[in-house]
């Protein structure tokens, strides 16, 4: 399933980028989300596109508590989205 996470956050693009890929995604969500893709929108504003097999994990690794408190610690928030393809 295509998913999108739109995230505000108070760390600079490059410091989410960087936590956000080797904490979350190569480590936490290895074994469910096989692609994915940063848009930078601003320096406190991305889009995150991924290819998620597991949603229920997805959630359960959104709530766990090193991501609440890096969440917390960044003023991290995420807006998350399913996406389909139209025609």
């Known amino acids: 399933m295509n998913i999108l996470i739109i995230s505000t ?3 600079t693009f490059e410091e989410f980028e ?3 890929s080797n904490l979350f995604l190569e480590e936490m969500c290895k074994e469910f989300v096989t692609e994915y893709e940063f848009v930078k929108v601003n320096d406190h504003k991305s889009h995150l ?3 998620c ?3 229920e994990q997805l959630g359960v690794v959104m709530k766990d508590p ?3 408190e890096w969440d917390k610690k960044n003023n991290c928030k995420d807006m998350v989205y399913s996406i389909e393809l139209v025609g």
């Open 9 to 11: 956050f108070n760390c």
């Open 18 to 20: 960087n936590d956000v």
């Open 49 to 51: 596109l991924m290819n």
């Open 53 to 55: 097999t597991d949603l």
């Open 66 to 68: 090193l991501v609440k």
